[in-house]
């Protein structure tokens, strides 16, 4: 059953039946029900959870103003408030964005990062926009083509996840692609925070590549390869990342 959290700003659901000390955070334009099978699977028993639905996904309305993951991440870091602290934080694509920043300014909160298929470093073979798109982009900037041109061009050469994204939270996506996390990633080496990162080795939005150089960037964090799994690990391989997220609960809570 949905309730809501951080003063009504936030909705999402509880498992397990004690405070609860793992938060979950999907991937861009996903909800809360992606973890379903990782927080309480069929047969097994409920982990003590919070999975919410990020603002402009599922029951949470949109920002009111395009956030970056960092505006996220201030928003989320309330719900904290609420579970039994440090807890774990189990982050999927743009969910785990959020979450690094969360771990990064609550060092004594958070106590372990599970991440899958975060894009926290560039990848190598990202391809570069068309020339043509980059064209029309520089004109804009120069004042000579319109706002509005700018937006028919990115419609029609931009991503498939943009072009599905309404009102504001097609201006997020747009300060999402973006950004970059090198400070975040930086003071959680600083830290030496557990971190388990949990990858398919078939994902093909952030190669496991992508997962390697983090894992790296983070002075050695754990990885974990999933045969098959594509970028949808949560819903692909939910046995894993539970396991990971066991794991990391046990030792934080030693």
């Given at each position: 059953?949905?309730?809501?959290?951080?003063?009504?700003?936030?909705?999402g659901?509880?498992?397990?039946?004690?405070?609860?000390?793992?938060?979950?955070?999907?991937?861009?334009?996903?909800?809360?029900r992606d973890?379903?099978?990782?927080?309480?699977?069929?047969?097994?028993?409920?982990?003590?959870a919070?999975?919410?639905?990020?603002?402009?996904?599922g029951?949470?309305?949109?920002?009111p103003?395009?956030?970056?993951?960092?505006?996220?991440?201030?928003l989320v870091?309330?719900?904290?408030?609420?579970?039994?602290?440090?807890?774990?934080?189990?982050?999927?694509?743009?969910?785990?964005?959020?979450?690094?920043?969360?771990?990064?300014?609550?060092?004594?909160?958070?106590?372990?990062?599970?991440?899958?298929?975060?894009p926290?470093?560039?990848?190598?073979?990202?391809?570069?926009?068309?020339?043509?798109?980059?064209?029309?982009?520089?004109?804009?900037?120069?004042?000579?083509?319109?706002?509005?041109r700018l937006?028919?061009?990115?419609?029609?050469?931009?991503?498939?996840?943009?072009?599905?994204?309404?009102?504001?939270?097609?201006?997020?996506?747009?300060?999402?692609?973006?950004?970059?996390?090198?400070?975040?990633?930086?003071?959680?080496?600083?830290?030496?925070?557990?971190?388990?990162?949990?990858?398919?080795?078939?994902?093909?939005?952030?190669?496991?590549s992508?997962?390697?150089?983090?894992?790296?960037?983070?002075?050695?964090a754990?990885?974990v390869?999933?045969?098959?799994?594509?970028?949808?690990?949560p819903?692909?391989?939910?046995?894993?990342?539970?396991?990971a997220?066991?794991?990391?609960?046990?030792?934080?809570?030693?």
């Amino acid at each position: 059953m949905l309730r809501s959290f951080a003063g009504g700003r936030l909705f999402g659901t509880t498992t397990g039946g004690a405070p609860p000390s793992v938060l979950a955070l999907h991937g861009w334009r996903r909800t809360h029900r992606d973890f379903d099978e990782v927080l309480a699977p069929a047969g097994g028993e409920a982990l003590d959870a919070v999975a919410l639905d990020l603002p402009g996904c599922g029951a949470t309305p949109p920002p009111p103003t395009p956030w970056g993951s960092a505006d996220y991440a201030d928003l989320v870091d309330a719900v904290l408030d609420e579970m039994a602290t440090p807890v774990v934080v189990l982050g999927h694509s743009f969910g785990g964005r959020v979450a690094v920043h969360l771990a990064a300014a609550e060092p004594e909160r958070v106590g372990a990062l599970v991440l899958t298929g975060v894009p926290l470093v560039a990848r190598a073979d990202r391809r570069r926009p068309s020339a043509r798109y980059r064209a029309i982009r520089a004109l804009n900037r120069a004042g000579v083509l319109s706002e509005a041109r700018l937006e028919t061009a990115r419609r029609r050469h931009g991503s498939p996840d943009y072009r599905a994204a309404e009102g504001v939270m097609r201006d997020v996506f747009v300060r999402l692609v973006g950004e970059r996390y090198d400070a975040q990633l930086d003071v959680l080496a600083a830290r030496r925070l557990p971190v388990t990162l949990v990858w398919g080795d078939d994902d093909t939005e952030v190669p496991l590549s992508v997962g390697r150089a983090a894992a790296e960037r983070l002075g050695g964090a754990d990885v974990v390869v999933c045969p098959g799994a594509g970028h949808l690990t949560p819903r692909t391989a939910p046995g894993p990342l539970r396991q990971a997220v066991v794991d990391r609960l046990a030792a934080v809570r030693r």
